[in-house]
């Protein structure tokens, strides 16, 4: 046990990849969820930055309560329209006034979830088809009391815990990277591919199976013909980039509840299910590292729209899904790598009440042959978790 209270042992089960059954599920960028995630980190990284401009450090805050009412449409082969908009209603707490100066927090919120909307979805268009609103409560200003003095470690608002684990497994590089490459590298060049993509991926012994939902928007397909077309045309892409990550057989399927005879397909006017009937919250869907993975421990804490300073429910979450990573690259025989870090309110983040280490090893390596660089390594990035903030407020970490 170190100065931390890091403990490193070997884990009481087997690897993922060596059990039966794995399922890993991920919600595609445009999924109500995942829009509900996006504008709640945007508006918090615009406030911290806005604190940041305006009165030189970072106020309290949390806008982690953005909830999305699904609008109404009809969409239509060639382009249909919407009937009823959706409404996100982004709603949290906020510091309006520090030292006589009033600061425009809720004007701060609007302006950067209008923008990100816009960047993100560019068939919907933001004041029709989806209306903003903001109700941010009164936070504290009392920097003392939230985050300590100036040049301090801050101290945990709540006694928490976050979990990380890496390397990551096939499946979940596959269904990762499917989600991702589609809306980004498919999409580029297919604008037909919806921003509503779910990605859920099976693995039985070493068969995989890939299903996916792609919202197809209406205006880029003129007919069923063209629409099965796209729907191949995703099917064929997804099964060659499986192929980059595994050897092992994978099967893809592509918007299965479609029923070509009766019409009944995945066809939307903004490419989000959002315009349709599925509503949205924030923290019900991807977890800090991108995923839901039910073989593996999780913490039900919604990551985005946190406070990026001393709220353990963002921080050890990122930082225990950091440390994970940079072990496992940095330190040789690890197979796999669980981290989990526990906060005791009052007490400064990083010295967490437990930073516990769990570790499947390789052939012919012992945990007790590692343990002290798995110690150390999981030391120095607790000792830098301050820069974890900047990183988070610079955009450079994805909460969902």
Same mark, same amino acid.
């Given at each position: 046990?170190?100065?931390?209270?890091?403990?490193?042992?070997?884990?009481?089960?087997?690897?993922?990849?060596d059990q039966n059954v794995e399922i890993v599920e991920r919600k595609g960028v445009g999924h109500p969820d995942s829009?509900?995630?996006?504008?709640?980190?945007?508006?918090?990284?615009?406030?911290?930055?806005?604190?940041?401009?305006?009165? @030189?450090?970072?106020?309290?805050?949390?806008?982690?309560?953005?909830?999305?009412?699904?609008?109404?449409?009809?969409?239509?082969? @060639?382009?249909?329209?919407?009937?009823?908009?959706?409404?996100?209603?982004?709603?949290?707490?906020?510091?309006?006034?520090?030292?006589?100066?009033?600061?425009?927090?809720?004007?701060?919120?609007?302006?950067?979830?209008?923008?990100?909307?816009?960047?993100?979805?560019?068939?919907?268009?933001? @004041?029709?088809?989806?209306?903003?609103?903001?109700?941010? @409560?009164?936070?504290?200003?009392?920097?003392?009391?939230?985050?300590?003095?100036?040049?301090?470690?801050?101290?945990?608002?709540?006694?928490?815990?976050?979990?990380?684990?890496?390397?990551?497994?096939?499946?979940?590089?596959?269904?990762?990277?499917?989600?991702?490459?589609?809306?980004?590298?498919?999409?580029?060049?297919?604008?037909?591919?919806?921003?509503?993509?779910?990605?859920?991926?099976?693995?039985?012994?070493?068969?995989?199976?890939?299903?996916?939902?792609?919202?197809?928007?209406?205006?880029?397909?003129?007919?069923?013909?063209?629409?099965?077309?796209?729907?191949?045309?995703?099917?064929?892409?997804?099964?060659?980039?499986?192929?980059?990550?595994?050897?092992?057989?994978?099967?893809?399927?592509?918007?299965?509840?479609?029923?070509?005879?009766?019409?009944?397909?995945?066809?939307?006017?903004?490419?989000?299910?959002?315009?349709?009937?599925?509503?949205?919250?924030?923290?019900?869907?991807?977890?800090?590292?991108?995923?839901?993975?039910?073989?593996?421990?999780?913490?039900?804490?919604?990551?985005?729209?946190?406070?990026?300073?001393?709220?353990?429910?963002?921080?050890?979450?990122?930082?225990?899904?950091?440390?994970?990573?940079?072990?496992?690259?940095?330190?040789?025989?690890?197979?796999?790598?669980?981290?989990?870090?526990?906060?005791?309110?009052?007490?400064?983040?990083?010295?967490?009440?437990?930073?516990?280490?769990?570790?499947?090893?390789?052939?012919?390596?012992?945990?007790?042959?590692?343990?002290?660089?798995?110690?150390?390594?999981?030391?120095?990035?607790?000792?830098?978790?301050?820069?974890?903030?900047?990183?988070?407020?610079?955009?450079?970490?994805?909460?969902?």
């Amino acid at each position: 046990m170190t100065e931390r209270n890091i403990h490193v042992q070997k884990a009481a089960g087997r690897a993922v990849e060596d059990q039966n059954v794995e399922i890993v599920e991920r919600k595609g960028v445009g999924h109500p969820d995942s829009i509900c995630d996006g504008v709640a980190e945007t508006v918090s990284k615009a406030l911290a930055q806005a604190y940041l401009d305006r009165v @030189g450090t970072v106020l309290h805050f949390n806008t982690d309560e953005t909830q999305l009412v699904a609008g109404s449409a009809a969409p239509a082969f @060639g382009g249909g329209e919407m009937l009823e908009p959706i409404y996100l209603l982004i709603v949290g707490r906020a510091t309006k006034r520090y030292e006589g100066e009033r600061i425009p927090a809720e004007t701060i919120a609007l302006n950067a979830a209008r923008e990100y909307l816009d960047e993100t979805f560019p068939e919907l268009d933001v @004041g029709s088809d989806i209306i903003v609103d903001v109700r941010l @409560g009164e936070g504290s200003g009392d920097l003392q009391e939230v985050f300590g003095e100036d040049g301090a470690v801050p101290m945990a608002n709540d006694t928490s815990y976050g979990v990380g684990h890496a390397p990551l497994s096939e499946t979940e590089q596959i269904v990762y990277n499917t989600e991702r490459r589609l809306d980004t590298e498919y999409g580029e060049s297919h604008p037909e591919i919806g921003q509503d993509i779910k990605v859920m991926g099976k693995r039985e012994g070493d068969h995989i199976d890939v299903t996916v939902a792609v919202a197809m928007i209406d205006r880029y397909i003129d007919g069923m013909e063209a629409y099965q077309e796209a729907v191949e045309g995703v099917r064929e892409y997804v099964t060659g980039l499986a192929e980059e990550y595994t050897d092992r057989d994978v099967t893809v399927h592509v918007n299965t509840a479609d029923d070509y005879d009766e019409g009944s397909i995945y066809l939307t006017t903004t490419g989000t299910s959002a315009e349709q009937g599925d509503d949205g919250s924030v923290g019900r869907g991807n977890r800090a590292n991108g995923l839901i993975t039910p073989n593996r421990p999780m913490s039900m804490e919604a990551t985005s729209g946190k406070n990026p300073v001393n709220h353990i429910g963002k921080i050890y979450n990122l930082l225990s899904t950091e440390v994970a990573q940079t072990v496992a690259d940095e330190v040789d025989g690890i197979r796999q790598l669980q981290v989990r870090l526990l906060s005791q309110i009052g007490q400064p983040i990083d010295k967490p009440h437990v930073a516990d280490a769990e570790v499947v090893t390789v052939d012919g390596v012992t945990v007790a042959d590692i343990e002290a660089d798995i110690e150390a390594a999981i030391d120095e990035e607790l000792a830098d978790v301050t820069e974890l903030t900047k990183r988070v407020i610079e955009g450079e970490l994805s909460t969902f």
